[in-house]
């Protein structure tokens, strides 16, 4: 898998940013880049600490080439403007990763020209703890695509990711549902510790055969993946049922805003 989405080779210097409490970080900082024999650096600290350029000047010191960050760390350093990143020689970067939410279009310019320099990928990857490993990403070491910036692309091969309705059927282009997986993988959650009722009411009960993912999603004409956040984080206003994300994603595309949560508050009317 790794080998598919980060064309990772024995001579790849891998960086994860991801805290390692998180299953990216023992998945991603620990398991597949020593699986691989892929020599990684190892960070505890704030991207922004004791200066703005630190994640640049690690870069440039340990020459990555594979970088793999949370959109909120990119529309955090975005802020401090491409001064900081211009002090350094990134040339080193082969890959960029993006993981932890999907990530919006202005952030993923802005990641792919300051920092890629136009000619890295952006492997924007959706997985969870519960997949145990990458489902959906663009996939370089195998062949590269025409990425749009802010979609996932497509499911890796073997993943029967699918959108359907509430009735679980699937949902034609441009029309948002809930994201699925309708066959086993490898790496997938069989359980949970000491309550299998609440791992088949969770996972399975709302699409009967199907992995529920808790995550809203659309395919375009092209049948790229975009990804609307979680399912349960919807507001209804005015009739309309709207993910947090896609108002997140509406609020940070003006160039005054860096960052932006969204949170309901009744209304009587």
């Known amino acids: 898998m790794y080998q598919w989405v980060f064309d990772i080779k024995e001579e790849s210097v891998y960086w994860c940013t991801a805290d390692v409490g998180w299953v990216t970080g ?10 691989h024999g892929a020599a990684q650096v190892l960070y505890e600290g704030t991207p922004d600490y004791p200066a703005v350029d630190r994640y640049w000047d690690i870069i440039e010191k340990y020459g990555v080439t594979i970088f793999y960050t949370s959109p909120t760390a990119i529309r955090m350093l975005m802020r401090y403007g491409e001064e900081p990143v211009k002090r350094h020689d990134l040339s080193s970067l082969e890959v960029l990763g993006s993981v932890g939410e999907a990530i ?53 091969p073997g993943i029967a990711a699918d959108i359907v309705d509430e009735g679980g059927q699937p949902v034609p282009p441009g029309e948002k549902g809930y994201l699925v997986i ?82 309901s508050k009744p209304d009587p009317i």
């Open 26 to 35: 023992h998945s991603s900082i620990v398991y597949a880049p020593l699986i």
């Open 104 to 156: 919006n279009p202005e952030a993923w310019l802005w990641y792919y020209k300051n920092i890629g320099g136009e000619r890295c990928p952006i492997v924007d990857t959706w997985w969870q703890t519960e997949t145990g490993g990458i489902m959906i990403s663009p996939t370089p070491g195998i062949e590269c695509v025409p990425l749009k910036p802010g979609s996932v692309t497509f499911p890796l």
């Open 182 to 263: 309708k066959a086993p993988w490898p790496g997938m959650l069989m359980g949970i510790h000491q309550d299998p009722q609440r791992y088949q009411e969770s996972y399975w009960s709302k699409f009967p055969g199907m992995f529920y993912t808790g995550d809203y999603a659309i395919r375009d004409n092209d049948g790229y993946f975009w990804i609307l956040g979680r399912a349960d984080e919807v507001l209804k206003i005015a009739g309309h049922r709207i993910g947090t994300i896609e108002i997140e994603d509406a609020a940070v595309s003006h160039p005054a805003v860096a960052e932006a949560a969204v949170a």
